[in-house]
């Protein structure tokens, strides 16, 4: 975004103009925007019609807005209403922060749930869970403090005369390594009851989330969001290398700090509530850039792909097993599993690897 002189509003070749502000755009990027949106949208309108109660599409968009059939407004708003919301806003954060991290690193395996970000939130939110008996709230603090605890180390351990993107996956991989193992020493030390909720919450699961989950989610979203947004510039900066981004004025060092400070309290949010769920950071940037076919991290287009996959996914559970039972991050992970078998032939095949 850049501040200039404008008489009136005008808007042509991707530049909005509006008094003094003016902002460049990719009109394919903002397509692309619309049409995931209007998907993921879909998606969240035949999640909450699907159940033992079924409802039509017409039907809940009805009883949205206040006008649907008998008995329907418990159901949607109270049951299944908070668990879409929180669907899309967990996907929205894993997507983002999947972008900002492989931007960082400038490699298509430096996502949060690959270098251990996700899996530091997670042993914060366990130590929360078993060690503390903790609710939902005590359980985002202890997911945050994780995150940002293994943020640090993997920072720390990765600095040498700055931080590369390659140290940074290497380092990272081995922090999830180490926090696996405490993870399976806590269950070891768990009575069997807090074991089961858990391993439970472990796997990604939207059932039984809440109005009180839906605000862990947005609260992330609302304080991070716009953050990220203010530095998407700094990020394509980035990508071009240390040297030239402080040719063109931007600090690396301190700017991929906060970028990775903002990309870890994304997924600490997101894993605080629904647990981590695998692959949506690592795939969403990827899918998005091959849609938008646009240079740079393509953070919108990445978040509103990561709130489509996991919306789908919720989908996806209820309409395969005819429950809301089966947790999301099995489908994830089947479907994320097969993407990567995908990629890495593809990448072969292209002698890339």
Known sequence: MTLTRSTGPALRHGLLRTGRWSLRYDPRT???????????????????????????????????????????????????LPRALVAVLAGFGLGMAGAVFQSLTRNPLG????????????????????????????????????GFATAAGVYLLA???????????????????????????LYVRADLGKAAQAASWMIGSLNARDWGDVRIAALGLVVLV?????????????????????????????????????G??????????????????????????RVTRAAGPNVLPAAWTGALLVSAADLATQRVTGSALLPVGVVTGVA??????????????????
């Open 30 to 80: 903002v397509l692309v925007c619309t049409v995931i949106a209007a998907l993921a949208a879909c998606a969240m309108v035949l999640a909450i019609g699907t159940g033992t109660y079924e409802l039509s599409p017409p039907e809940v968009v009805r009883t949205l807005a206040g006008n649907g059939p008998p008995g329907a407004e418990f159901v949607v708003l109270d049951l299944r």
């Open 111 to 146: 996502s949060p749930d690959i270098t251990g970000f996700g899996n530091g939130a997670s042993a914060g939110a366990l130590v929360a869970i078993i060690l503390f008996d903790a609710g939902d709230a005590q359980t985002a603090i202890g997911a945050v403090c994780g």
């Open 159 to 185: 600095w040498r005369q700055g931080v590369h993107g390659y140290r940074l996956v290497l380092v990272g991989i081995g922090a999830s390594a180490v926090l696996g193992s405490a993870t399976s020493f």
């Open 226 to 262: 716009p953050f990220v947004l203010g530095y998407a510039r700094r990020l394509t900066v980035l990508e071009m290398g240390d040297d030239s981004a402080a040719a063109l004025g931007v600090p690396p060092e301190r700017s991929r700090l906060a970028l990775l400070c903002a």
């Open 264 to 289: 870890t309290g994304l997924t600490a949010m997101a894993v605080a509530a629904v647990g981590p769920i695998p692959f949506v950071a690592m795939a969403a940037p990827q899918l998005a850039r």
């Open 336 to 353: 994320g599993g097969a993407y990567l078998a995908w990629l890495l032939r593809r990448e072969r095949r292209a002698g890339a690897v």
